[in-house]
């Protein structure tokens, strides 16, 4: 199988999807990227606690250090926005990350960070894709060495890379209240590489009221519940995997538990209120109370993804803040995190960062800031309500319908000129067409997506109305009808 990045590295399943000779010529490819660019620095390599990360990165540093470069290489598991931080920060230039994020247990994947701490572009992965795919033709022109000769030759080091991360946190967290509070908090990495830091956190601040409650780290993920397809999946926004946590707060062990995927570019949470809290709800309460307490200054935007809730633009319409709609990526954030644009930069499926931070996705962050949102102003159901309550009820939902390969095909070559025709659905108004990723449909009072899967066959369909449940139904059925055209 050839390299192939997606919207966040290459991946596949063990073996097959992604073997020891994938990491060697994705190295070797951005190796030969930073030479013709002549990129200096050191390159942060590492991965969090699947199966293969540690070899994946081992091997990684192995040829990044044959043609010369020096590597940063830690010896434990490091969450996807410490790679993002310690290059924002100057201490490293790029990074090489083995990781799934919350793929199953039998999955790997590497991705590349380049110097703006963010996720590769696209005209950059294509490159990463070009050269990675000649030198799996041609081997013998891949450059290695031993990690202990790359030691010796003062290329290979390792660095503290908990410090800097937990105690730059309190620049925007507010531990203090969160260590005051009444509440008592759950903390689960979900077998992740966010442990460590979590358990820094806990110690620097003094969060007492804080309980890490799940420490095993095994890379069969066996501790997970199954997810609804019989797979094993570490999604803290799905019920399946989060049902432990879900418990904890429904038997009033605990007012908040939160956990972070492990890679801990994810988040997901659930209140003694207000059970399992969905991503897209989270965002909208985050958003707003950033805003509010002036987390981020010179910020005057709002970003999301095309699939995210729309009760993002009207909140930040009663903010005076702008909105940016971008495609689905949060490679897409990146220059504007960068350039202090987002009070908050977010997407449904449970990622997050706001600028100022990481232009990575952080669930480490966003479970702390939850954590002192409840602190400091309720359950986050409640306060998600009194937004509802302000600004309309959204019925939000994602349907993935089953399709093959050519379906796939038309669906991702229609353009907006498709549907010049289509001027009503489900009763209400066509106002405009997206067709930048998949085909987005904006009505009066609600929309719909729909994005074929770029790895399975199936086209996701998602949707929201501020109308009513059964509205959203009829929609859902009418999207299907148009897409059967």
Known sequence: ????????????????????????????AVARIHKERNITGPVLVGGDTRLMSADTARLCAEVLTGNGLT?????????????????????????LNGTASHNPPQDMGL???????GPADAALTSLIEKYANE???????????????ARQQGLLRTADLITPYVTALARFIDFKAIAASPLKFAVHPLGGSSLAFY????????????????KVQDPTFYFIPIDHDGKIRMDPSSKYPMSPLIKFVQD????????????????????????????????????????????????????????????????????GLRLDEVN???????????????????????GMSVSGWTPEKDGIFAVCLLMEIMATEGDIADLYDKLTATHGTPYYTRVDVPTDEETKKRVKSLKAADFENLHQVAGEKVT????????????????????????????????????????????????????AK
Not at 433 to 458: A, C, H, M
């Open 135 to 149: 030198y799996m033709a041609h081997p013998e022109d891949i450059k290695s060495i031993s990690l202990d000769e």
């Open 1 to 28: 199988m050839p390299v192939k990045f997606g919207t966040s590295g290459h991946r596949g399943s063990l073996g097959t999807g992604f073997c020891a000779q994938h990491a060697r010529a994705i190295a070797q």
């Open 328 to 350: 689905v990526g949060f490679k897409y954030f990146v220059e504007g995190i960068v350039n202090r644009k987002y009070v908050l930069a977010g997407e449904e499926s449970a």
């Open 199 to 214: 358990e820094a956190i806990k110690e620097k601040y003094g969060l007492k009221n804080v309980e890490i409650v799940s």
């Open 252 to 319: 009033g062990m605990y007012d908040f538990a939160g956990a972070s995927d492990p890679d801990a570019d994810r988040f997901g949470c659930a209140t003694k209120k207000g059970g399992l809290i969905p991503p897209n709800h989270a965002l909208c309460v985050m958003a707003d109370y950033l805003y509010r307490h002036h987390k981020v200054r010179d910020a005057y935007s709002v970003g999301r993804t095309l699939g995210t809730t729309s009760l993002l633009d009207r909140i930040a319409l009663s903010h």
């Open 111 to 117: 991705k590349y960070n380049p110097s703006n701490g």
């Open 432 to 483: 405009r067409v997206r067709d930048t990723d998949g085909i987005k449909i904006y009505l009066q009072s609600s929309w719909f997506l729909v994005r074929p899967s770029g790895t399975e066959n199936i086209l996701k369909i998602y949707a929201e109305t501020f109308v009513s449940q059964k509205h959203l139904d009829n929609l859902i059925e009418q999207a299907k009808q148009i897409l």
């Open 71 to 95: 590597v940063i290489l830690p010896d434990m598991p490091l969450p996807t926005p410490v790679f993002s931080f310690e290059i924002i920060n100057g201490r490293a230039c790029a990074s």
